[in-house]
């Protein structure tokens, strides 16, 4: 079955450390998407891309990174120098341009918790 | 710019009474209008959408949205409430401006009473 598969789904990390949250879909989609979410807030995009090998800053990039070297895959690398990572992380991915037809497919998550 | 206003976060219903989750909407276009399920700990799932064809949408699970523009509006309906619908509900709205151009609501959750 065709899907988006992320891993871990917990993960713990100390103070200073850099973590990679793993996105993988077997989909065949050009576009692939992570978003945040905190309690109340709904859904913040922190990075997407379009197209390997290029990617876009969303809302709240400050403190990860991403790369998009494989259709297939795109991680998350949560930096140190993101202060308050604690949180609920989705990836997600589409073939429709802005997402007026289709909509996304979700992953299932990796909650991110700060130790 | 557009914006999306889920109007309660919290919605309570005994379970086979009606459900009804609201969404208003702003956008400077003609927009797509989505629902999206999130059980626990899950990623989301697409419940219905609305991409300018009928204004009354049909999605999984019994769920139901209308869109109105006049109202903007994009209210999500079911006839009778099942335990298994208990989760978080996000309303979306998208338009053709690009990837970047869809934001989400804050969400509403559901909470079924036995």
């Known amino acids: 079955d065709g899907g988006i598969t992320q891993s871990p789904k917990y993960l713990f990390r100390k103070e200073g450390q850099n973590v990679t949250l793993s996105c993988e879909q077997n989909?065949?989609?050009?576009?692939m998407y992570w978003y945040r979410q905190d309690p109340g807030q709904g859904l913040r995009l922190i990075y997407y891309?379009?197209?390997?090998?290029?990617?876009q800053k969303g809302d709240i990039a400050e403190g990860y990174s991403v790369s998009r070297e494989k259709k297939e895959s795109f991680p998350l690398t949560v930096t140190s120098a993101q202060k308050n990572p604690t949180a609920f992380y989705l990836c997600?991915?589409?073939?429709?341009?802005?997402?007026?037809?289709?909509?996304?497919?979700f992953g299932s998550g990796t909650r991110l918790t700060v130790v | 710019a557009q914006s999306v206003t889920q109007l309660d976060s919290h919605v309570s219903v005994s379970e086979g009474t009606p459900v009804l989750l609201r969404c208003n909407y702003s956008?400077?276009?003609?927009?797509?209008l989505f629902w999206y399920v999130q059980h626990p700990n899950k990623g989301l799932q697409l419940l219905l959408k609305?991409?300018?064809?009928?204004?009354l949408v049909k999605g999984i699970n019994g769920f139901e949205a209308e869109f109105k523009k006049s109202e903007t509006s994009f209210h999500l309906t079911k006839p009778s409430a099942h335990m298994s619908d208990a989760a978080e509900y996000f309303c979306?709205?998208?338009?053709?401006?690009?990837?970047?151009?869809?934001?989400f609501g804050t969400g509403t959750k559901l909470q079924v009473i036995p």
């Open positions: 956008s400077s276009y003609s927009p797509s």
């Open positions: 997600a991915s589409t073939n429709d341009p802005g997402a007026t037809n289709y909509g996304y497919t």
């Open positions: 979306v709205v998208s338009y053709s401006g690009g990837y970047q151009k869809v934001t």
């Open positions: 609305y991409t300018s064809a009928a204004t």
């Open positions: 891309s379009q197209i390997v090998n290029d990617f």
């Open positions: 989909l065949n989609h050009d576009a």
